[in-house]
């Protein structure tokens, strides 16, 4: 059972539901009736699971050669390939009949179609052939955000498709961060994150420019959303420290300095979205 957990990454998606919830509130500008959220998160852990087994599906000959994944369930024989693929496979049937059961139609199509993004368009194809791998296939992980408003919407509008973009353009700092760290396991993986095939200062330079658009996007988000104060307010100082980090990272590109910017982006992306749910109710 524990393998099968592991499957889903559970971390991945406690991350792209911090982002559905408060998505929710802005749609329904207040507190969206708890059945909805329920059901809308459920769903969408259905379909972030059954994507992300997919994903160990077809890395599992990657995951054996690289330190920081070798222990994943399908490198160690927990179960079969073939096992974990129909797991995989029932997740995103699942997440699509009970989306399409108990939220609607748009926001099942949604959840399900982020899912065959990540699985062909960037584990499949962009993962091992090109830098931009993260850059292009990081869009399966701003998929929640819709996901939520339509959820409550039934519609998609301007807003959504900012907080859409303001994930793809926090995902590369954040995983780049990450992969300083691991730049040597993606190598002998040959698998071309940019960290790994670029120098160090190189790729400190493309993090501060994804930071430098990520911030103003997320100022974009206030009058377009009609936020308040607190959101505002939360931007502008949640998003100074993050370029702090960044600008860290490109004085002194170590994986000391990197970790750090990871850690935090991982707050920031958190703090943000809570003080987005936070303006709401206020």
């Known amino acids: 059972m524990a393998g099968y957990v592991a499957l889903t990454k559970p971390r991945i998606i406690e991350l792209l539901l911090v982002t559905t919830v408060p998505t929710m509130f802005v749609a329904e500008q207040g507190v969206p009736p708890v059945w909805l959220m329920v059901a809308t998160v459920l769903g969408g852990t259905f379909a ?6 997919i994903n160990m599906v077809v890395d599992r000959d990657i995951d054996a050669l690289m330190e920081r994944t070798k222990n994943r369930p399908l490198v160690i024989g927990v179960m079969s390939p073939r096992n974990a693929l129909v797991f995989a496979i029932s997740l995103e049937v699942a997440a699509f009949a009970w989306l399409f059961a108990f939220v609607n139609l748009l926001s099942a199509v949604l959840a399900v179609s982020a899912t065959l993004f990540y699985v062909f368009v960037y584990t499949l194809w962009l993962k091992r052939t090109t830098t931009q791998n993260i850059v292009i296939g990081g869009a399966a992980g701003c998929m929640p ?3 939520g408003w339509a959820a409550v919407a039934n519609s998609l509008a301007w807003a959504p498709i900012v907080l859409f973009l303001v994930i793809f353009y926090w995902t590369p700092p954040h995983f780049w961060a990450l992969a300083i760290k691991y730049r040597d396991d993606y190598a002998n993986a040959e ?3 940019l960290p790994a095939v670029v120098s160090l200062e ?3 330079r493309r993090i501060l420019l994804y930071t430098a658009i990520l911030i103003p996007l997320t100022l974009v988000f206030s009058p377009v959303a009609d936020m308040g104060a607190i959101y505002l307010g939360s931007a502008l ?4 420290v993050f370029v702090a980090f960044a600008l860290a990272v490109r004085r002194d590109p170590s994986e000391r300095t990197a970790m750090r910017l990871f850690s935090y982006s991982i ?3 958190t703090l943000l979205f809570g003080s987005i749910m936070i303006d709401v109710v206020v």
């Open 48 to 53: 972030a699971g059954g994507a992300n087994a």
């Open 145 to 147: 955000v819709l996901v």
């Open 191 to 193: 698998v071309p994150m």
């Open 202 to 204: 190189a790729t400190s």
């Open 237 to 240: 100082v949640l998003g100074a």
């Open 267 to 269: 707050t920031y992306l």
